[in-house]
Structures are given as structure tokens and as C-alpha cells.
């Protein structure tokens, strides 16, 4: 098992080297930084299992370095230390999230047993986040990544939200984690110990979705040799997510305002109605205002489902939250391919944060999980990273000097098509496909191949 790697903060040397000497014969990997901009440098570009750092520092107080780890990584562990021990301070450093209060001098055998306790409870942690995803139980509050204003308000309404039966719509642009919102909804509820379902409405055929959402019996149509419940009465007691809710066909719509108005499902065939409780948390990329407009989403249904909107921003509104999602993301990696990639070089971290992200956060996650499965195992250098690097667009020198480097490939031109169009219409993929002249499966087909959808 890989050592774990613990950073140092603290401005008097002699600590710096005492504790360096000591963690490293427990058989830790230490790295020492003698101020907090120091430490919060490193944090940047690598990863950490803890950081020890000191509360009284000239630059920057131990407890605004706790706060800045918070917002760039919150799973790593903290301890603080001091040589002027207050009660005020302990309880602030607590409070702020730190995982142990120690005062100087420090007695090293009371660190050590700290240490062993911590950095078991890290490891119990990483296991449980293991056997959650083999479980498919992947999506989880915590995994709602950032603590930029926008996400702050997003998570305080899903902890309002989440304790009520009341349905949600959630709206935001493809890969802004509208599932994942929902999931946080649902564990956080009194549904959590009964099912959460996830439904992507543009993924089932038109003509089985009645099937699908409210079930049939024997005989109902060709193909029916067997009564089924369907996700409606699967998701009883639970929640049922209905992503991609424009897609829906004005019939549907009907049926499901219905059982939304009457919580009684009706299976196709059947004369008999059953009654279901169900919370329902729809999502949709597209305007449904606009939708409302041009007679596509009905207006009744709308107002249905409107009760909370939790309105997601796309990656390029709070790209102060890249550099915690790329921690997370490589810890995730980090299981899942056995590495142990510490950190992204500050060139890619740069590249990364000017991008404009079409795809948002599910477009970062890929280009990482591109990085690794091309061979990144260090560190992720901007190399690893090459389509950031990639303008579709040709110098204006280019056709003049005749340098063939500097012209797009046909797929490049095509993508970047793709996605201003989508820009333009704000993710509605049927509109921009018509503006391009190409089917909407043809959009979802490229942006799969992008990795954006």
C-alpha cells in the first residue's frame, strides 16, 4: 500500500524538521512548507492525505490556510497546532473542519497514535467509497463538489428542499451533475432506505415509454408475456428521476400530470388503477418556458413540477471550483486505474481553468480519465491534456505562408460547430441540430464521441 503523504506547514524550522524526522520513521511521505502560501502552493500541483500545520503564522493564520484547504480540497485531513492553546482557538479550528487540535510542545507519541487514528478512518472512507461504486451507489451529497458561491446556494437549497415530499425541477446544461443533484435530494430525504430511479426520458423509444413509466399486463401488447410493474410503482416509497422531462411526448405528458394529480397508476391493458408514493425530481437542458411557448411542454404539467427549481450553473460560471473537482477526480482515478497520480502541473491546472468547458463538469471528469488511460502517472502535465491545447480555427497566415500545421482537421471544424450551436441554443440539441442541418441523433452520436455527453 502506498505510503500516505502528509505536508508540514509551520514557519519555525526547528518544528519543520523535528516533525519531518518523526513522520517519516512512522513511514510517512512528508513535504515541509515554511509559511502558508508555501503549503497552499504545493496543495495546488499535488495531492495530500493531511496536512499539520501550525496556527500562528506571520503571512497567513493556520485557521484562513484551513479555510483555503476546505475550498480546494475537502477530503483531506487537518491538524492544528499551537503554541498559545486557547479554548476559543480549539473550538474555531474544530469548527472550521479540522480533524484535532494539538499544542506545543508537542508530545511526539500523542501525534503518532493521532496520525494512526486519522489515517484510518481516511482509509475506512476510501473503502466504503469503493464498495458504494461496485454497489452503483456511486452519486452521493458528498460528492457535490465546490464551495463557490453559486454551489454554496445550490446545496443549501437541496438540504431545505430534501426534507420535504414537494417535486423539483432542476435545470442546467448537459454535465453540470443534474443526477447527482437529485441523488443528494433523495439521500438526504425520508425516502433514502427505499429506491432512487433514474429515468432518462430521451433514451426510451416513444412507444414503450407508457410501458416503461406505469407498467402493463399479460397480453397487452405483442411481446407482453408477463405482467410489469413498471418505474413508477418500482420507485414506491421512493424517488423516481425523470431526466430529460422535454422529451416527452404531449400524450405522456398528459398521463403523467395524471398520476402526479392522482398518485394512481393505470398499467397499459389494465382497467385497474394503483395507487403509488412517489417522489418525483425531473431535470431538462432545455428552456421550458420557451417550451411552454411553442406548445411543446404543456404549461399545467410545467407548474406541476416547477414547486423548487435548482437552477445548476455550467463549469465556466464558478471555475473557482476547478481546482477541488481535479482533486477529486484523481483521487477517484487513483482507485480505479491503482495509481497514485499526486497532482496536475500548474501549466495544465492553467489550461484547465481558462477553458470554457461546453461539456462542464462531466467534460472535465473525461479529459482526466483520458489522461490515465493514456498513461499518466506522476503527474498530469498539459500534454496529457490535448485537446485543450487544440483552436479550430485557422490563422488568418496560415493559407498565405502555407503552413499546413495550423489548419483544423475536418472533425475539429465539425465539433466546434457542434458545440457554439448548442451554446447558442442553449443545449437544445433538437434546435441545434436543425440550424445544422444534421438529425438530433447525430448531435448526441458526436458528443458521445467528444466525451462530452
Known amino acids: 500500500m502506498e505510503s500516505a503523504k502528509i505536508l508540514v506547514v509551520d514557519d519555525e524550522k526547528s518544528i519543520l524538521l523535528l516533525l519531518k524526522e518523526a513522520l517519516t520513521q512512522w513511514g510517512y511521505q512528508v513535504t515541509t512548507a515554511s509559511?502558508?502560501?508555501?503549503?497552499?502552493?504545493?496543495?495546488?500541483?499535488?495531492?495530500?492525505?493531511?496536512?499539520?500545520?501550525?496556527?500562528?503564522?506571520?503571512?497567513?493564520?493556520?485557521?484562513?490556510?484551513?479555510?483555503?484547504?476546505?475550498?480546494?480540497?475537502?477530503?483531506?485531513?487537518?491538524?492544528?497546532?499551537?503554541?498559545?492553546?486557547?479554548?476559543?482557538?480549539?473550538?474555531?479550528?474544530?469548527?472550521?473542519?479540522?480533524?484535532?487540535?494539538?499544542?506545543?510542545?508537542?508530545?511526539?507519541?500523542?501525534l503518532r497514535h493521532l496520525m494512526a487514528r486519522m489515517m484510518e478512518r481516511r482509509f475506512l472512507r476510501g473503502e466504503v467509497h469503493t464498495l458504494r461504486a461496485r454497489l452503483g451507489e456511486e452519486l452521493a451529497v458528498s460528492e457535490l463538489i465546490g464551495s463557490s458561491?453559486?454551489?454554496?446556494?445550490?446545496?443549501?437549497?437541496?438540504?431545505?428542499?430534501?426534507?420535504?415530499?414537494?417535486?423539483?425541477?432542476?435545470?442546467?446544461?448537459?454535465?453540470?451533475?443534474?443526477?447527482?443533484?437529485?441523488?443528494?435530494?433523495?439521500?438526504?430525504?425520508?425516502?433514502?432506505?427505499?429506491?432512487?430511479?433514474?429515468?432518462?426520458?430521451?433514451?426510451?423509444?416513444?412507444?414503450?415509454?407508457?410501458?416503461?413509466?406505469?407498467?402493463?399486463?399479460?397480453?397487452?401488447?405483442?411481446?407482453?408475456?408477463?405482467?410489469?410493474?413498471?418505474?413508477?410503482?418500482?420507485?414506491?416509497?421512493?424517488?423516481?428521476?425523470?431526466?430529460?422531462?422535454?422529451?416527452?411526448?404531449?400524450?405522456?405528458?398528459v398521463k403523467l400530470l395524471r398520476v402526479l394529480q392522482e398518485m394512481q397508476v393505470r398499467p397499459v391493458g389494465s382497467t385497474k388503477a394503483f395507487p403509488v408514493d412517489v417522489r418525483v425530481i425531473a431535470a431538462t437542458n432545455r428552456d421550458l418556458e420557451r417550451a411552454m411557448t411553442e406548445g411543446s411542454f404543456r404549461q399545467d404539467l410545467f407548474y406541476r413540477l416547477n414547486v423548487v427549481r435548482i437552477m445548476l450553473p455550467p463549469l465556466r460560471d464558478r471555475r473557482d471550483d476547478i481546482q477541488a473537482l481535479v482533486s477529486h477526480f484523481l483521487r477517484r482515478f487513483n482507485r480505479r486505474f491503482h495509481r497514485d497520480v499526486r497532482g496536475m502541473a500548474?501549466?495544465?491546472?492553467?489550461?484547465?481553468?481558462?477553458?470554457?468547458?461546453?461539456?462542464?463538469?462531466?467534460?472535465?471528469?473525461?479529459?482526466?480519465?483520458?489522461?490515465?488511460?493514456?498513461?499518466?502517472?506522476?503527474?498530469?502535465?498539459?500534454?496529457?491534456?490535448?485537446?485543450?491545447?487544440?483552436?479550430?480555427?485557422?490563422?488568418?497566415?496560415?493559407?498565405?505562408?502555407?503552413n499546413s500545421t495550423n489548419v483544423p482537421t475536418l472533425a475539429e471544424v465539425e465539433r466546434e460547430l457542434i458545440l457554439k450551436s448548442l451554446a447558442v441554443y442553449k443545449d437544445d440539441k433538437e434546435a441545434a441540430a436543425k440550424a445544422l442541418g444534421i438529425s438530433r441523433r447525430t448531435i448526441y452520436r458526436r458528443l458521445k464521441e467528444y466525451g462530452v455527453l
Request: aromatic letters at 6%; glycine letters at 8%; hydrophobic letters at 45%.
Open 149 to 253: 458561491q453559486v454551489m454554496a446556494k445550490v446545496k443549501d437549497i437541496i438540504g431545505k428542499v430534501a426534507v420535504t415530499d414537494s417535486p423539483v425541477l432542476i435545470e442546467g446544461e448537459s454535465g453540470t451533475g443534474k443526477e447527482l443533484v437529485a441523488a443528494a435530494i433523495h439521500r438526504l430525504s425520508s425516502r433514502a432506505k427505499r429506491s432512487f430511479i433514474p429515468v432518462n426520458c430521451s433514451a426510451i423509444p416513444p412507444d414503450l415509454l407508457e410501458s416503461e413509466f406505469f407498467g402493463h399486463v399479460r397480453g397487452a401488447f405483442s411481446g407482453a408475456v408477463a405482467d410489469a410493474l413498471g418505474l413508477f410503482r418500482g420507485a414506491d416509497e421512493g424517488t423516481i428521476f425523470l431526466d430529460e422531462i422535454a422529451e416527452l411526448s404531449p400524450a405522456l405528458q
Open 35 to 110: 509559511s502558508a502560501a508555501e503549503g497552499l502552493e504545493l496543495l495546488k500541483n499535488g495531492l495530500f492525505d493531511a496536512i499539520i500545520s501550525d496556527i500562528r503564522m506571520p503571512d497567513m493564520s493556520g485557521l484562513d490556510l484551513l479555510r483555503e484547504i476546505r475550498k480546494q480540497d475537502e477530503t483531506i485531513e487537518v491538524v492544528m497546532m499551537t503554541g498559545y492553546p486557547t479554548i476559543a482557538s480549539a473550538v474555531q479550528a474544530l469548527k472550521e473542519g479540522a480533524y484535532d487540535y494539538l499544542s506545543k510542545p508537542l508530545i511526539l507519541d500523542e
Open 346 to 402: 500548474p501549466d495544465a491546472l492553467a489550461a484547465l481553468s481558462a477553458y470554457s468547458f461546453p461539456g462542464n463538469v462531466r467534460e472535465l471528469e473525461n479529459l482526466i480519465e483520458r489522461a490515465y488511460a493514456m498513461g499518466a502517472r506522476e503527474q498530469i502535465t498539459l500534454s496529457d491534456l490535448p485537446t485543450l491545447g487544440r483552436t479550430p480555427v485557422m490563422a488568418p497566415a496560415a493559407a498565405s505562408t502555407g
